[in-house]
């Protein structure tokens, strides 16, 4: 992390749309050896820096429910601490699940319904999602993604350097935003269209074969390792602890999953940790 003006390392302000997985981000970092303070009234976040003597391990959760909240408030306070601001966001439909299967109020609807609690919410925030250094999108992960993403990011940084995440994704389930690099390969031929290989995925070997085949597709992985290789050393020198590689197809079970698994194997060889998420592999159309 970079030192603030103050020349005090920057502290966390986690916030974020309610239901989005705010809580569960604090108790993670918490896990990470972060000193966590949830729902803090935002005009005592400045007294809190000035007697923390090192607030690199700091992070403050402020949503809806804290004293003082607002997006100017959030801005102005992490622009005057030099913070680190992370957003935790999150689908709609999802949001709308979360707090129908748990029966929570939404803390801006406490007399309307949960959506246009939502809806109010992600307007009053947009300036703050757009400020943000890092957003992090819950709406596909279990809490077992979401501690990768973390530990990534935030976790004391071990002898293998950067961690690798490789997701394989549908684009016609949306972009993941939290992807640093993303790749098409909806170019190769489609296994979707092979009776035989419709019910499989990426993961078994006659699909691999078949892919494989393309000619198209044996140049396209030469020319990404040849791209991905040198850039690995650039983002390290940067301070980065964690870049997503995001490959994607029409659907995310078969093109996207085997070059995820085919580049995996190959990064496998460099002393990087490497993380592999099939965002859509069981989603079948």
Aim: charged residues 25%; proline residues 4%.
């Amino acid at each position: 992390m970079q030192e603030s003006s103050n020349g005090k390392q920057q502290p966390l302000i986690i916030t974020g749309l309610s239901g989005a997985g705010i809580s569960s981000v604090l108790k993670t970092l918490e896990d990470l050896g972060f000193e966590v303070f949830d729902n803090f009234p935002i005009s005592l976040i400045d007294q809190l820096i000035e007697e923390t003597p090192d607030s690199s391990k700091l992070a403050i959760g402020v949503d809806a429910r804290s004293r003082g909240f607002s997006a100017q408030s959030i801005i102005n306070t992490c622009e005057n601490i030099g913070g680190r601001l992370v957003f935790i966001t999150c689908d709609q439909d999802v949001l709308l699940k979360r707090f129908s299967e748990t029966r929570r109020l939404h803390p801006k609807a406490l007399d309307k319904p949960v959506i246009s609690g939502i809806k109010e919410e992600q307007a009053m925030l947009n300036s703050v999602a757009h400020k943000a250094d890092l957003t992090i999108d819950t709406s596909d992960f279990s809490i077992h993604d979401l501690r990768h993403i973390l530990e990534g990011h935030f976790g004391t940084r071990n002898e293998q350097g950067m961690t690798i995440n490789l997701m394989s994704f549908g684009f016609r389930n949306g972009l993941p935003r939290e992807a640093d690099i993303v790749m098409d390969v909806r170019f190769v031929k489609n296994p979707h269209w092979d009776k035989e290989l419709r019910p499989l995925s990426g993961q078994d070997k006659p699909v691999g074969d078949y892919i494989e085949e393309d000619e198209g597709f044996v140049g396209f992985f030469e020319n990404l390792k040849t791209l991905v290789e040198p850039l690995i050393p650039k983002y390290e020198t940067e301070g980065k602890n964690y870049l997503t590689i995001a490959i994607g197809c029409t659907g995310g079970r078969h093109r996207s999953v085997y070059t995820v698994e085919k580049l995996a194997k190959w990064l496998d060889a460099m002393p990087n940790g490497v993380h592999v998420t099939h965002r859509d592999l069981n989603i079948i159309a």
